[in-house]
């Protein structure tokens, strides 16, 4: 964590480490809540999801280029 005075206001601001960017997070393939939270998150339903990961891997970050790739989707 990280913490930085303002200019202007001479506030704290507090910067937190988002622990998903830094790290490659992994998708597990066994826990269908996780299944589903992604296919609704990327769009794509189930079965797209799993022969994009035999595909790719289970890596999120390559699983996310692959959608893009592929649908020439874009998410938030």
Known sequence: ????LTNAARCPV???SRPHATRNHH????????IS????????T???LFRIIDRVGTNVR?????VLTDMGATWH
Do not use: F
């Open 27 to 34: 998708i597990n393939t066994r826990d269908p809540d996780e």
């Open 46 to 48: 189930w079965l797209q």
């Open 1 to 4: 964590m990280h913490i930085e």
């Open 62 to 66: 390559a699983i996310r280029s692959a």
């Open 14 to 16: 507090v910067y937190r």
């Open 37 to 44: 939270r992604l296919s609704r998150e990327l769009g794509i």
